[in-house]
């Protein structure tokens, strides 16, 4: 490889493997319907703001609970298996969730989804660790979440139509994408790394972590993160609908409803137009640098919803989060492979989930309470969310171990069976 290679070489670079991911990861995410319109769907069968907080905030203990199960299944049996299980048993909850209208029923289906859904997410992150070189890492989770993205921008958009027409192919859908996913895994991902029983035990992984200062400073800088974005899928989405804007657009006209999809689908355009020529930029600075300006920018732009003015500063927010989102996540994600020794993998990426995931649980269910008694201190507690994030980073995230290098080279050749 030249010593500044373009963008497309670096691409071409990347194993076959990879491609198989890419693929199943756009398929899966373009079929996301269920989860960003769940606070809607709910709140149209008159539950409560809490009960509706309870509810989606199931699905984060469900991720929560599966990140350090999923975590050690995919260093102890491989991250195909774990990706091929956590697959299928999601498409078959989110599937049963159409028929649930008790909230109890309802709450459980959550969980059960939630769980089967992070089950597979730190296999995925691992199995990118074990494939990709170290100087290709950043373009690899880029391009990740490239695919991601690009299917939740269409995804997203179709379910708002879909969401005022026919819940029974939102879910229908969701469920049909994620067992594609398991598909393609089953038949044409490798293993990854695998490691005996002895390597994969959790103590040792745990012993490690209570000791790296690097981890717990991302930890809890995600969390922060994971608590502004759990406001996407439920109070942003209320204060959307709830200011009644409609819009016109090339002869369609667009209810509140189709409104807040195209936000969240404008997220998702810009991570495809902008986000891997970004790295591009944000490679020649220091990780946690970019990092901590991107949390700023996330926390902030969901701060401006602070001001009820109209469409214009909604994508104005929009775009300062996503702007953030595109600094800061594919940044983690090659920091915590490259901290984590190459048998702990699997588990350091699992309980870096968890950290999200308890912001998935505790997320709505503080958001929707905070919306309904006052918005205000929603938004504003948003931006400072973000600012405490980069603070910690920034001032605790070099300690524990060195700055994280290069990944070892020898490990991606060792996973290609």
């Not at 199960?69 to 989110?94: E, H, K, M, Y």
């Not at 790296?212 to 996407?232: E, P, R, S």
Request: hydrophobic share 55%; charged share 10%; proline share 5%.
């Amino acid at each position: 490889m030249p010593p500044n290679p373009s963008l497309a070489t670096e691409l071409r670079a990347l194993p076959r493997a990879f491609w198989v991911l890419f693929a199943g990861i756009f398929i899966n995410r373009f079929g996301t319907f269920v989860y960003p319109f769940l606070t809607i769907l709910l709140h149209r069968r008159g539950f409560s703001y809490a009960a509706i907080g309870l509810a989606v905030g199931c699905f984060g203990l469900g991720n929560a609970l599966a990140s350090f199960a999923g975590g050690w299944f995919a260093d102890r049996f491989g991250r195909r298996n774990s990706i091929v299980l956590g697959a299928f048993t999601n498409a078959t909850f989110i599937f049963m969730l159409y028929w649930a209208h008790s909230l109890p029923l309802i709450m459980l289906l959550v969980t059960l989804a939630g769980f089967a859904g992070g089950f597979f997410h730190p296999a995925s992150g691992a199995l990118v660790a074990d494939l990709v070189p170290a100087r290709l890492q950043l373009r690899a989770y880029s391009a990740l979440r490239l695919a991601g993205n690009a299917g939740f921008a269409f995804g997203t958009a179709t379910g708002g139509f879909l969401v005022s027409r026919s819940t029974f192919w939102l879910f229908a859908g969701d469920a049909l994408t994620t067992a594609c996913y398991g598909a393609l895994a089953l038949f044409l991902l490798p293993h990854g790394l695998r490691h005996t029983s002895e390597q994969a035990r959790w103590r040792d992984a745990l012993l490690r972590l209570r000791r790296d200062g690097q981890f717990w400073a991302l930890g809890f800088a995600q969390f922060c993160a994971a608590l502004v974005f759990n406001q996407f899928a439920s109070s942003y989405s209320l204060e959307v609908i709830g200011r009644g804007l409609a819009l016109n657009l090339f002869g369609f006209h667009l209810a509140a409803e189709q409104i807040f999809g195209v936000l969240i689908g404008w997220n998702g355009v810009m991570i495809v137009l902008c986000e891997l020529p970004l790295t591009r930029v944000t490679q020649r600075f220091p990780p946690r640098l970019v990092m901590c300006l991107g949390y700023l920018l996330i926390g902030g732009g969901f701060a401006l919803n602070a001001a009820r003015a109209g469409l214009g500063l909604l994508f104005l927010g929009m775009t300062l989060f996503t702007l953030g989102e595109m600094l800061a996540i594919p940044m983690s994600s090659v920091w915590i492979a490259r901290i984590a020794p190459p048998s702990m993998r699997g588990r350091y990426i699992g309980a870096l989930a968890t950290t999200w995931a308890v912001g998935n649980v505790l997320g709505p269910q503080i958001g929707l309470q905070i919306y309904g008694a006052y918005p205000l201190l929603l938004w504003m507690s948003c931006g400072g969310l973000g600012l405490a994030a980069a603070l910690t980073l920034w001032r605790f995230g070099n300690s524990g171990h060195s700055e994280p290098k290069g990944s070892p080279e020898p490990a991606a050749a060792s996973a290609l069976n």
